[in-house]
């Protein structure tokens, strides 16, 4: 029964900020490196942002890299995505990631529009 489950999403207006989170279950959290990708019609899915096992490292695609953050609690087996200074290019479905297991997450929707 291993199972990511995000949440967080929703409708924003550029500028705004938003935080998903998504919680794993079913294995071994606090020894996988976790992501985020996004999705919107018509564009194929693309990597977000990436931290390892322990939190220490953080990845991020170039679009995001200075307004979104990524963090795990490994206490929690969440992970974390803070979004700032959203705008309408960051619209799409979000989905949590363990790329060692295939696993996905059902995904979350972000609307950024004014």
């Known amino acids: 029964q291993r199972r990511l489950v995000e949440s967080g999403g929703g409708l924003a207006h550029p500028g705004d900020s938003l935080t998903l989170s998504c919680q794993a279950s079913?294995?071994?959290?606090?020894?996988?490196?976790m992501r985020w990708h996004r999705q919107s019609p018509g564009k194929a899915r693309e990597l977000v942002a990436m931290i390892v096992y322990d939190g220490t490292q953080q990845e991020y695609a170039d679009s995001v890299k200075g307004r979104f953050t990524i963090s795990r609690d490994n206490t929690k087996n969440v992970v974390y995505l803070q979004m700032n200074d959203l705008t309408p290019e960051d619209s799409g479905v979000y989905y949590c990631?363990?790329?060692?297991?295939?696993?996905w997450g059902g995904g979350t929707t972000v609307s950024v529009a004014s």
């Open positions: 990631h363990v790329q060692t297991l295939g696993l």
């Open positions: 079913g294995f071994n959290f606090g020894a996988v490196h």
